[in-house]
């Protein structure tokens, strides 16, 4: 790929790095990272450039709908066009929670960082952007037996399977949906959540038991096979669209 523009949201770290580093590999040459900036970004936009990459960093929040309705207007000002779109989210703030400890501010929440801000940024790709876009949307093999500690994220997130399948159907000459329910990574994030669920128990064997004991491979995937199959999917042909991969290397739906 040549003179690709790519914009990864949650791309500072973690999972959305890990894809934007994919993208950097796959010839990305202008990667936009959209993140609340609460881990420093410098580290992140060095590791791209060492790949080749002019990377930049937007400072916005998926829940916060004015930041998400000028991402892609401005992106589409500033470069002509996007290439690929790769959508990384974080947690809700209230997870891990139970039934009885959690509000209505809190679905309000993860609707608009999973739900609404993908609609409208694919809204925007189908009408504003000047090509076709790939876009890749992360989720979790987990919304397929909601974890009851993360009921709110995985109960929400299942909608991103109607609405990549509603993309390719009503914008097929726009944009190419692509979601992709993985398994377990030691993110930042995961690392952080895993630990509160864990608590007394402590976090390297809830980890090992409980997470990469899912596997039949016994292991978490790493974030370098996470890049190759973003590599891969840019790449893919034409025809995968609306399609639905699971990369959880064989985990259980139930944890």
Not at 26 to 33: E, M, S, V, Y
Not at 46 to 69: F, M, P, S
Not at 120 to 132: C, E, G, S, Y
Not at 189 to 211: C, D, K, L, N, P
Request: net charge neutral.
């Amino acid at each position: 790929m040549t003179g690709c523009n790519a914009l990864v949201t949650g791309g500072t770290s973690g999972v959305g790095l890990a894809a934007a580093r994919g993208l950097a590999r796959a010839g990305c040459n202008r990667i936009a990272l959209f993140s609340r900036g609460r881990r420093p970004v410098e580290d992140a936009l060095r590791e791209l450039e060492e790949l080749g990459a002019e990377a930049v960093h937007i400072k916005g929040d998926l829940t916060q709908g004015g930041d998400v309705e000028q991402l892609i207007p401005g992106l589409v000002r500033e470069w002509g066009g996007l290439d690929v779109v790769a959508m990384s989210y974080g947690n809700p703030s209230c997870e891990p929670c139970g039934l009885e400890d959690h509000g209505w501010g809190d679905w309000l929440e993860a609707a608009s960082m999973y739900l609404a801000s993908t609609g409208v940024i694919a809204r925007d790709l189908a009408t504003l952007n000047p090509r076709k876009v790939t876009m890749i949307i992360f989720s979790s093999f987990t919304v397929n037996e909601p974890h009851p500690p993360l009921f709110i994220a995985d109960t929400v997130r299942l909608g991103l399977k109607g609405l990549v399948r509603a993309l390719a159907r009503m914008a097929p000459d726009r944009v190419r949906p692509i979601l992709v329910e993985l398994g377990s990574f030691k993110t930042p994030g995961a690392v952080e959540t895993v630990s509160r669920i864990a608590g007394q128990a402590g976090f390297e064997e809830y980890w090992r038991r409980h997470v990469e004991g899912l596997s039949p491979l016994k292991r978490s995937g790493t974030l370098r096979e996470l890049e190759q199959l973003v590599e891969l999917l840019v790449r893919a042909p034409g025809y995968l669209t609306g399609a639905v991969i699971r990369f959880d290397g064989a985990s259980t739906p139930c944890i």
